[in-house]
């Protein structure tokens, strides 16, 4: 099992659709009426992108550390 301590490790192994969903390119989003098609590698590239802007810009790999270490301490597990 791997750990990771931040976001930015994270995002560096971050595998998409291509690298695991066969036929990936059929695949679209926004299948909304009102909304564009989207080829949807290039959309999780760009949700990607934004979350890490979003992690970025206000200091949340804090937050969900916190969140992690309680969720494991409600488990009965432990970080350490």
Same mark, same amino acid.
């Given at each position: 099992m791997r750990s990771y301590n931040s976001f930015e490790q994270i995002a560096q192994r971050w595998?998409?659709?291509d690298q695991w969903l066969?036929?990936?390119?059929r695949y679209l989003a926004h299948t909304h009426k009102e909304k564009e098609y989207e080829p949807f590698l290039d959309? %999780?590239?760009? %949700?990607?992108?934004?979350?890490?802007?979003?992690?970025?810009?206000?200091?949340?790999d804090v937050? %969900?550390?916190r969140l992690i270490g309680d969720l494991l301490e409600?488990?009965?597990c432990s970080l350490y």
């Open positions: 595998r998409l659709p066969p036929d990936f390119e959309h %999780v590239r760009l %949700v990607n992108e934004y979350a890490l802007r979003l992690v970025r810009a206000h200091s949340l937050i %969900v550390d409600q488990s009965g």
